[in-house]
């Protein structure tokens, strides 16, 4: 290896002068030169020099991976120690269709899995009371812990790390570790994530996801990190999602604000019930959309480390540097695809994962290039896996750590963003913070005015989009497939499953079951996610449990800001 070189400051004779005439040259050639903004809406100019950015900031402002201020990375090796998990996103089907797509993508590479429920899932139903065409065409369904054992048939669940996509009450998490007892898998041993448990970002952007009341919802997560701390240690019960912020609208500037004031509010509830800070902020992790804004990306996620770091050394009082970790998992954004050219996905898709791994990021998703007119079909998902493969094996992106630290761009550009962010979260603070925001609708405002905007320069012409408003082909006839749909009898028989399922249960312990989480709803001195656990192994269904807790908390109803 290379010995390092020694710190040292670069003297630039005559620089004054050499800009000068690079400026005359440049206003000759162009003549009147447009104004170039990135989607935070901040000015672009043509060149950068060491008049914007100077070493002589390295160790205040970038540092060394793995150290304080944590631009450059959250660990010393980065990806060349260990890459980044490739934890593709995958529901679709029966379980025993959802098992037979994550073992071959398993066998493909993927190095970390992820479960997709159904829509009706999501929305808080069993199976059993949605209409069959509308099952399992965008997830998979999973409605009882017997669901879930066949879903990770064949899957060492001990010693491989599942994200469930799972809002509050969590139940699938709740199925997962059923499954472990099972198994004779300690609860230890699972690692994971509950990707979809930040109710914020379901409440303010994604409403289909919002299945209790606002109040109650805020009660489980507490309820759901304090379990998890004690019972399933290795497992991250936070998850804080500024990909739903970005897709209904908000700018990577804002997404990000409103993703660390969001992860604010969880951290002072944490507290606020008793918890020590430095046990439960190791256990955060956040999770963004990649647009195809390249640097103005990767400037996002370098600085969105920096202002955690900050926050929760200064603001949160946590010692432990495991606390300052800005741990995300990142997946290339749906709204960049397009159903016109769509084999063009393909190249969006490699540009916006090399922003994400030049930002930095612990795992990732990539889409496939199907997904703008159909659920992914075999093929389009395995290139998709292909993909990460190619960006990490064959183009060396993981040689060295930060590759675009001390570029004179990148640097401003990440101070800015920085800038940005941090008067979003500003603004946030001036409401109440993020729980009152969203409440008052604040945020849904801002997220409006936002995609507005981005609509509005799509249609002008001012941002372009290859096959949309430009390079258009008029003789293409855009196919769209036919949407993926179970098989009928596969499903048909999946519900009957079902319906035994619940006539063959101990009734009894069912209802007991049932009795305990409503107690648990309406005592604050208990555990309402021990309660779903419980509940989970006693046979409970997802739907049922689901429905006790609406009907003590109440129904999720968003707030819809004109």
Known sequence: MTAPTTARQLTLPDFDARQDRWQRDYTAQIGEDRR????????????????????????????????????????????????????????????EDYNERVRNLLAAGTSAISLIPCNSVFRGEDCDDIPLPLLGTCGTVINSADDMAVSLEGVPVGDISTAMNDPSPFTLLAFLLAVAKRRGVPWQRITGTSNQSDYISHFAANHMFFRLALPGARRIIVDH????????PNW?????????????????????????????????????????????????????????????????????????????????????PRSWRFKFHAQTSGIDLTAQQPLNNIARVATQAIAGIFGGLQSMHTDAY???????????????????????????????IDPLGGSYYVETLTDQMEAEIEAVIAGIDAAGGMYKAVETGKVQAMLGRSALAAQERIESGAEKVVGVNCYTDDNETVVSPPPYRPDPEAMRAHVERCKAYKAGRNQGEVAKAIDALARAANDETENVFASVVEAAESGVTHGEIVGCLRQEFGFGDPLIVE
């Open 36 to 95: 170039v903004t990135n989607r935070s809406g901040l000015e672009i100019r043509p060149l950068y020099t060491p008049v914007d950015w100077s070493g002589e900031r390295y160790l205040n402002d970038l540092g060394f991976p793995g150290t304080p201020p944590f631009t450059r990375g959250i660990y010393p090796t980065m990806h060349r120690g260990r890459t980044w998990s490739q934890r593709q996103l995958v529901g679709l089907g029966t379980p």
């Open 225 to 232: 990190i304090a379990f998890c701390r004690e019972h399933v």
């Open 236 to 320: 991250n019960p936070l998850s804080v999602v500024g990909q739903h912020m970005q897709q209904a609208g908000a700018t990577p500037a804002e997404a990000m604000g409103l993703t660390l004031s969001s992860a604010i509010q969880y951290a002072e509830d944490c507290v606020a019930r008793g918890m020590d800070v430095d046990d439960v902020l190791p256990r955060f992790t956040f999770f963004f959309d990649i647009s195809i804004s390249f640097f103005e990306e990767v400037a996002k996620f370098r600085a969105g480390r920096r202002i955690w770091a900050r926050i929760a050394r200064d603001r949160l009082g946590a010692r432990d």
């Open 370 to 400: 199907d997904e703008a007119i159909s659920c992914p079909t075999e093929e389009a998902a395995r290139v998709a896996v292909a993909t990460q493969n190619i960006l990490r094996e064959e183009a060396h992106l993981c040689d060295v």
